[in-house]
């Protein structure tokens, strides 16, 4: 099944609504949406690999403090476990990436 970025992003941000997810918690994972399709384009959810998704957070966690990487790690497992989940992905690309203390 073929899904782009932000259409996967919309699936996510509606469940985790119906989750009953604070307007703030939705909020700042909408921002770290922005900044993945912002860095990888409106790729298919598929194409995306492990390497590739540590590649964006050494890059982009460059500039930021370690609080705000862990966000953004939590926001991408988060994201990725729930697409393998629903059946989007056929493996979860984050697994292997740690949350740093």
Sequence with gaps: MELLLSNAW???????????FSSQTLKAYQLQSLLLIGYFKDVELELLDTNQLKEYLAISGKQLKPTSLAHRIRFMKSFFRWSHEE????KNPTTKIKTPR
């Design 10 to 20: 919309a699936s996510f941000e509606a469940d985790k609504r119906i989750e009953g």
């Design 87 to 90: 059946g989007y992905l056929s």
